[in-house]
């Protein structure tokens, strides 16, 4: 049967949680491979929105299990509370959730940095939750993980390590003396705390999900960020620090890659992005203010703004290949109702030559080539079935299939859990 993977194929902010969340209904169990706590994924059920930062979306369903694997990277505090807040609604078993040993721990002075960083000129624009930061200690060899929370003899001595590593960039930053000392104390005490809290939960997730995988259960992988937010294949420098893309979900996880049986890409209708970066389709006037009224694009974890645009279908392409997509989950169609005329980038122009795909590192530089649609009036938010909907929308939406060669698995048609149309079930294909 095989895991499979839903992946964000734009800059992320797609609505993977509520399509994690659907598709949940199908899997057994529920992971989340990779990033931390700067994805946040939004999810609406009877009109009640919760938003997770760490807890994968399926976390709602009280009878899945949920993961947290080895590529994360976990500020537990957070954690924590996500865990009370599903408590509370009686929706958490800690029998059913694990949060991997391997996972590395994001600490006090990760997030410092990450401001301190950001409010220097032509900063990328991060949440400033400490990720870039965590994942350098991962790379640098000097990070601590979820495993050393049950120690707490080796969590001093390696905390003290990586704290010496940083004392020079901190003091660089701040311009002033950093307590080394009264740092490292604050950090074990509370660190011990958090450790204890979470207890049994940490563990070998990786073993947990090949276990279900070879017990034939169906695994949903979860992703954050977008595939254009890759560290490898994005727009670097304009990226996040961990691997977006489907092949990610391997090494996130712990899983070889022959147990992936499908790979779900999802996008919006349009197109948005957060933060700083080339982004050649954004709307600086007032369909760019309409598409964000209408689409609530403010960020769930910073609440900034989002940039809006009409959707880059040759950065739609470049998402299907890196990921090798089975189908296109697509999101908020509904906000384009009333919109009048449509327009989808097909391709760039840069030096007088036209792009299929983006170019390595001229980006900002391109020319959208655009062809244009009708739009539609029509309510779409109560269709449940392709075929209820406005002649002009599924002709929107057939263009975006030819366009990338990916055939639609299903159609969000409003926030709610209930206003989707799903078209297969990936766990089928």
Not at 370 to 380: F, K, L, N, R, V
Request: hydrophobic fraction near 40%; charge should be negative.
């Amino acid at each position: 049967m095989g895991a499979v993977v839903v992946v964000g194929a734009q800059w992320g902010d797609e609505g993977k949680g509520k399509i994690v969340d659907i598709y949940a209904h199908y899997a057994d169990q529920v992971v989340r491979y990779g990033g931390g706590a700067n994805a946040g994924h939004t999810l609406v059920v009877d009109g009640q929105q919760q938003i997770f930062h760490l807890m994968p979306s399926g976390a709602l369903h009280s009878d899945k299990d949920c993961v947290l694997g080895q590529g994360t990277v976990i500020d537990p505090a957070v954690l924590l509370n996500e865990i009370e807040v599903l408590r509370s609604k009686g929706l958490f078993d800690p029998a059913r959730f694990m949060v991997s040993e391997r996972a590395f721990l994001v600490l006090p002075h990760h997030p410092r940095i990450d401001a301190l960083r950001d409010a220097r000129a032509g900063s990328l624009g991060t949440t400033k939750r400490g990720i870039g930061p965590a994942y350098e200690d991962k790379v640098a060899r000097r990070g601590l993980r979820m495993g050393d929370l049950r120690t707490p003899e080796r969590f001093a001595m390696k905390l003290r390590a990586n704290l010496e590593a940083w004392v020079p960039v901190i003091e660089a930053l701040e311009g002033q003396p950093f307590d080394l000392e009264a740092e490292h104390a604050a950090t074990c005490a509370r660190y011990r705390e958090l450790g204890q809290a979470l207890g049994s939960m940490v563990g070998d997730a990786g073993a947990r999900v090949r276990d279900a995988l070879g017990e034939g259960k169906r695994v949903l992988m979860e992703g954050a960020q977008g595939a254009l937010l890759d560290i490898d294949g994005g727009t670097y420098p304009f990226v996040t620090s961990s691997s977006t893309v489907a092949g990610g979900a391997c090494v996130g996880s712990g899983i070889g890659p022959t147990a992936i049986s499908a790979v779900v890409g999802i996008s919006k209708a349009y197109a948005t992005r957060v933060g700083n970066g080339p982004f050649p389709t954004e709307l600086e006037d007032a369909t760019g203010d309409e598409l964000r009224k209408a689409g609530a694009e403010f960020g769930a974890t910073t609440g900034r703004p989002r940039r809006c645009g009409w959707l880059d279908l040759p950065a739609l392409r470049l998402a299907a290949q890196l990921n090798g997509f089975s189908g296109l989950a697509l999101t908020k169609i509904d906000v384009l109702t009333g919109m009048g005329e449509l327009k989808l980038c097909t391709h760039y122009e840069l030096d007088g030559e036209r792009l299929s795909l983006p170019p390595y590192d001229r980006l900002d530089e391109v020319k959208p080539i655009y062809a244009s649609y009708p739009g539609w009036d029509e309510a779409i938010t109560e269709c449940r079935s392709l075929e209820q909907l406005p002649s002009n929308a599924r002709r929107y939406i057939e263009a975006i299939e030819t366009a990338i060669g990916c055939p639609l698995w299903l159609l969000s048609v409003g926030p709610d859990r209930e206003q989707t149309i799903t078209v297969r079930d990936p766990f089928d294909a």
